[in-house]
């Protein structure tokens, strides 16, 4: 008897063990243990949610004309579904717009930023247009309500007359003249995997004043759109000061791998919105 009584006192404080090894597991896996506090917790969550929002998202895309041609309206429908093929109802607000569609031409000659209006069910739509033939990539950046940031592409061949390819190289100049605006871009760090603060310094072309007076783009100072020479990479960055008016925008981002990148910056002045493109190598 007395032997039994031990052999089950051992089994019980074994179970007992092994049930609070589990939970403090579980505590560590979900950021509310090990040490690194709530704020810690948080992020990490968001990180994980961020990097399954798109295997939670699917989205189908349907263009007006089967076969679509150049210089002619063109309207694209995006339906938004969970895994499961049932339609999102809810999506957050992401610098005053539900949706970002970005439209680029293969070679990224071409540049267009527009917002499809949400018609409710899952349902997005907008018109556009495409400037010549060939091959465009359509990119949609979103937030579902409850998940994390999403972006889901789409590849569109347009008949008609295509442009002359335009090499992707590197610029050897950083200032730009934009309507009688120079914009010149400076970079802290170009190298792959390290955070980059990508300065917009703008002034009067022929005076050299510094503009101070630009005016909120989609209620932030500007935003920016980078790819990667290959499309493959595509970062939307916002801008460190919101209410910044100039004479300098500040971005801080991160390029995921080398290679070539075309940064596009988008502002606005007089009721103007204006765009500054520049192609940089990241080491």
Known sequence: MKKLVVVLLTVVVLLSACSKSKTEHVMQQDGSGGGHGTHAGMGHEAAEKSSTSDTQTQVDWKLSAEKPEAKQQITISLQVNDQKGKPLQQFDINHEKKMHLIIVSKDLSYFDHIHPEYKGNGSFEVTASFPAGGDYKLIADFIPAGLGAVTQ???????????????????????????????????????????????????????????????????????????????????????????????????????????????????????????????????
């Open 153 to 283: 592409t789409h590849w569109v061949q347009v008949q008609g007359a295509a442009s002359p390819s335009v090499p992707i190289q590197p610029d050897t100049a950083m200032t730009k003249t934009i309507d009688g605006k120079s914009i010149t871009l400076s970079a802290e760090s170009l190298t792959a995997g390290k955070e980059t603060l990508l300065t917009f310094h703008m002034e009067e072309a022929g005076t050299k004043k510094p503009i101070t007076n630009l005016q909120p783009y989609l209620g932030a100072v500007g935003h920016v759109v980078i790819l990667s020479a290959d499309t493959e990479q595509y970062l939307h960055v916002h801008p460190m000061d919101e209410k910044a008016a100039g004479p300098d925008a500040q971005f801080m981002t991160t390029f995921p791998k080398a290679g070539t990148y075309k940064i596009w910056g988008q502002f606005q002045r007089d009721g103007k919105v204006f765009i500054v493109a520049y192609v940089v190598q990241v080491k």
